[in-house]
């Protein structure tokens, strides 16, 4: 069972729109992305949710897998249909990633950072991630998915994670509710998605800075096999991180890993 994701229970704590007002739960999946993209194609709407208590084959980032044991922690996805120029959906990902600190931050004694793209951080373990997939259609999008993988009650990591994963009930000291947290994630989300479909990304890297992790400190950042270094001085509007090397000159990359150095 896990009665606290059903849509009776998250559905009447949402003050939103049109997020979640298509509620769909699983109990048990593959991959809630995979879900998301099959209803989008079936013609779900606009701001549609797929949430699983239980996934066996959680997908991250740069084909890495996602820890998704049965009735611990958050899988979620997406549906989005957006009116966004252009079709890259970067900013989405990082307006996901402001709804999650503006979630989270106020149950949380220590600072929440955001890690480019997309990582959640809390001392410096992973607390959330993001997969942003999508569907390009003549030029114009068609949907968007927005994946998020929040670790809420795990206890105990397997030992590959240990040192790397973080849970908001291990930082709070008591379980946490799955579906309070839910619903605020949601009720974050919306407003700025919609922020950025009106007003375009400045908003939202403006408020995705002010979480960043690594600001104005040396990084290296890994790319299809590349390396590069420099001091992290923000993200532009389309999502691309800046790095300014030892040249001075500042230097965009659209996608990778970035660690501390
Ligand atoms: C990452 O940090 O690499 C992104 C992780 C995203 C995981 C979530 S869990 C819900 C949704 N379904 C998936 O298969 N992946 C995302």
């Not at 410096?124 to 390009?136: C, W």
């Not at 590349?226 to 790095?243: C, I, N, S």
Request: one cysteine or more; hydrophobic letters at 45%; proline letters at 7%.
């Amino acid at each position: 069972m896990a009665a606290d994701l059903f849509a009776d229970a998250i559905q009447p704590r949402l003050s939103t729109h049109w997020l979640g007002r298509d509620y769909r739960f699983l109990s048990l999946t593959d991959s809630t992305n995979s879900d998301a993209i099959a209803i989008a194609k079936d013609g779900a709407p606009h701001g549609a949710v797929v949430v699983a208590d239980h996934q066996t084959d959680g997908r991250g980032r740069l084909t890495r897998s996602w820890h998704s044991p049965a009735g611990e922690n958050l899988y979620f996805s997406v549906v989005l249909r957006p009116p966004w120029k252009p079709s890259d959906p970067r900013p989405v990902s990082l307006a996901a990633g402001v709804a999650l600190a503006e979630a989270l931050a106020p149950r949380l004694q220590t600072p929440l950072l955001l890690k480019w793209p997309n990582d959640v951080l809390v001392g410096g373990k992973k607390l959330a991630g993001i997969l942003v997939e999508g569907s390009i259609q003549g030029g114009a999008v068609d949907y968007v998915i927005v994946g998020i993988g929040l670790n809420v009650n795990t206890a105990e990591f397997p030992p590959e994670l240990a040192t790397i994963a973080e849970s908001l009930g291990r930082l709070c000291g008591q379980e946490v509710d799955r579906g309070e947290v839910l619903a605020a994630v949601l009720n974050s989300l919306e407003p700025w998605l919609e922020t950025l479909a009106e007003q375009g990304p400045e908003p939202i890297v403006a408020a995705w800075t002010k979480h960043a992790a690594s600001l104005g400190e040396p990084v290296r950042v890994t790319e299809h096999g590349r390396e590069y270094a420099g001091v992290m001085q923000g993200v532009d509007p389309d999502g691309a991180l800046v790095l300014v090397g030892d040249d001075g000159k500042p230097q965009r990359i659209m996608s990778g890993d970035m660690l501390a150095t």
